[in-house]
């Protein structure tokens, strides 16, 4: 990875995502148990995480990002921005396609916009399946390719662009197919334009919570 990837790119998503920190609440208020989530980036989510949770694993294939998570992480315990203790947090470097742990380890995982940003979604989907225990869930806050015709064409058309932009973000997913096809069952999920997204065409979402059946 280089210098882009590691220090620009987390700098303007840092700025772009800002105005999500209530989205970014209400997702992982509803994990608990032993967490899995993947591609934390720099962490922005791990202050959110309630006494409702045991461990909390974070993952990240960006060794550079997740030494900045760590950074972050030590001065929220210091300035008590965390629900938790630090030694709740185990942040590792890894991808989400091949995942490190054992069948049925996990109670919760998390996937908050990073779908779109794995290159193998497919494979990632089936790893979460297989390392979550059976009735646990699967909490997701993804943008996707949106059910408007013009903007699904525009997202089309600036797709190439955006990927090259955003280190392989893709606009165009179909996260909820890939979802269902590794197994899960939708709880929950809510199809939705986002406007605290930005630019535009990132703002189509789905949100909820899904299942392994038991
Ligand atoms: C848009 S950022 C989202 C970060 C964070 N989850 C959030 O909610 O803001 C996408 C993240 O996915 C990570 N990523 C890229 N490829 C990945 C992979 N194969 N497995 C897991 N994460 C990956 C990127 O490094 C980046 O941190």
Redesign the pocket.
Known sequence: MGFY?NHVL?LI?DVA?AR?KED?RELIRQASGNVL??????G??LPFYTNSTKQIVA????EA?VKKAKRKLRAWADDGTLQLGEESYDLVV????KLQFDDNSFDTI?????F?????STT?AKEAFRVLKPGGKLLF?EHVRSPDQLMSRIQSFVNPFWKVF????SLTCDTETVFKEAGFDYKTITKFRNPKMSPPFTAWMIKGQATKPV
């Open positions: 990837e987390p998503m995502l999500l970014r989530e993947i591609g934390m980036g720099n922005v989510n993952l990240e294939p960006c990002v890894g991808g989400g396609e998390i996937a908050s916009l990073v779109c940003s794995i290159p193998d990632a806050f955003a280190c392989g973000c």
